[in-house]
């Protein structure tokens, strides 16, 4: 369906788990959060339960029952439930939840990212396609060095990944077919409707984003345009 | 009324005429486009005609008595009336048209901007608060190397400066408040809605950027709180 030996005017990526460690990233800096106040946690079980909260909180907003809110804001609300289930609700102030809030602009990226995104960008346009907000990911990439060209995603399209209208707002934003275009992600269900909307579609299997028990996106289950080990495979 | 003793978060900046030298890049980019046809043009002429239909096409918009589209197409609607103003409609397809109108996506950054933004660049957030699209910003950015941190402007605002909504959307989308940000001109008059719109400002001629007769925005008009000779100034 695709023709591959056409290559794509535009890499766009999911971010969280695909390109950046958000799972020992968030639970290195909310231990570090707690330990300057003496208090002690359990980094990567804070780090599963507030990541836990992200689905249901955008379902929300895809299903039309509430409006579009950036992702800080749903992570700020995840947080405060988050904080209630580890018994530590009445350990901050709102300005300190918002600056926990921050471990999500504070997220290592895989070793092969940088470099690889550094050489894809000579040959083509790449930005995030994240449910992450425009703040959210201009800060990310100051922090971790990613060269994108611009940042698309969740926040120009108002709506949530995986709903069709995020991946064409990114093809329309750069003036591009969505055949032009090739979605990366390290999640089977994020390509598959990438792939229904008309993108390319590239997998990159990252087998400890979850942690250890990690269970799904092993290996690619779906019929993608590219399987690569590491990023500097797409350049 | 701003604390200039406060670090900006983030620097905004107009683009053409600011950032890039419009005038000479449209001139030699459409003079080489019509020699390729062996058509002779006078190419600041040429660009001049262009841009001056830039305003009254985003009047329309302003106003309301338009939807947003974005400036590439108000470009290429320009362009065909430009065309038939220099005898030259019946010279070109529309793909032709297209790729002339590319001209705007080819524009080069004034010497002092690169290093400047670079440096400025690990103080702060940088980034374009252009009426240029998306699209034509992101290429814009990789044919001059400008390092934006992301590209916002008129089209996450869905209308054009000197709208109060299009700086404030600029700020919103970097969760700034407005007085946490900058925003850089050559032009009084956007500094002016900046400042209304109760952004922090500076200001940088460029007396060169309608070429030998300019007569406007030789010098700061407003009470800025910034005026810079070159763009290293700011970092």
């Known amino acids: 369906m695709n023709d591959k030996a056409i290559r794509p005017a535009a890499y766009i990526f999911d971010v969280f788990g695909t390109v950046v460690d958000w799972r020992s990233s968030v639970a290195r800096f909310a231990t570090a959060f707690f330990a300057a106040r003496d208090i002690t946690i ?3 079980a804070f780090a599963d339960f507030w990541r836990g ?10 299903s039309g029952n509430r409006g579009y809110v950036p992702l800080d804001q749903l992570h700020f609300e995840n947080l405060l439930e988050c904080l209630e289930n580890f018994g530590l ?3 901050l ?3 300190e939840c918002w600056a926990l809030n921050a471990a999500w602009e504070n997220l290592d990226p ?6 690889g995104l550094h050489a894809l960008k000579k040959q083509a346009i790449i930005a995030p396609c994240s449910n992450g907000s425009i703040a959210l990911m201009t800060r990310l990439a100051r922090y971790g060095g990613l060269p994108w ?3 698309l995603g969740a926040e120009i399209a108002q709506n ?7 991946y064409h707002a990114c093809c329309n934003a750069l003036r591009l077919s969505p055949d032009q275009v090739m979605m990366v992600a390290a999640h089977n269900d994020d390509l598959e409707a990438a792939q229904a909307a008309g993108l390319k579609t590239a997998f990159i299997a990252r087998p ?3 942690g250890p028990g990690q269970s799904r996106d092993l290996s690619a289950t779906g019929n993608w345009d590219r399987v690569i080990g590491s990023m500097d495979q797409l350049a």
Do not use: F, H, N
Not at 160 to 166: D, H, I, R, T
């Open 110 to 115: 895989w070793p092969d990212c940088v470099p």
């Open 149 to 151: 060209d611009c940042i």
């Open 42 to 44: 359990d980094g990567p």
């Open 160 to 166: 949530y990944k995986p709903e069709a209208v995020v």
């Open 208 to 210: 400890t984003e979850r």
């Open 89 to 91: 609700q009445s350990e």
């Open 93 to 95: 102030t709102e300005e």
């Open 53 to 62: 909260l992200y689905v249901p909180a955008m379902a929300r907003i895809r």
